[in-house]
């Protein structure tokens, strides 16, 4: 039996998974969603021995979250 995958797609997620013991791992990747012509951050968690990944596209609120935490950004090419 495969365990259930954590998906996240908003801020107010992955603060839910952050408080449900979650754990993101810096650094957080960034790239462009060139359909959309907008920047995405994608965090990648641990919790225990489980991996996710919070694919979120930029805002002023996910600006404020990742400086108030000083996470380190590093583009994707």
Not at 25 to 37: A, H, K, S, W
Request: hydrophobic share 45%; no cysteine; proline share 6%.
């Amino acid at each position: 039996m495969v365990a259930d995958r954590l998906r996240v797609d908003s801020l107010d997620q992955l603060r839910a998974a952050l408080e449900g013991g979650w754990q993101v791992e810096p650094p957080i990747y960034t790239f462009t969603d060139r359909l959309r012509q907008r920047v995405v951050y994608q965090f990648i968690l641990w919790r225990d021995s489980q991996a996710g990944v919070a694919t979120i596209y930029d805002d002023p609120q996910v600006q404020q979250f990742i400086a108030t935490h000083a996470y380190p950004l590093k583009p994707l090419l």
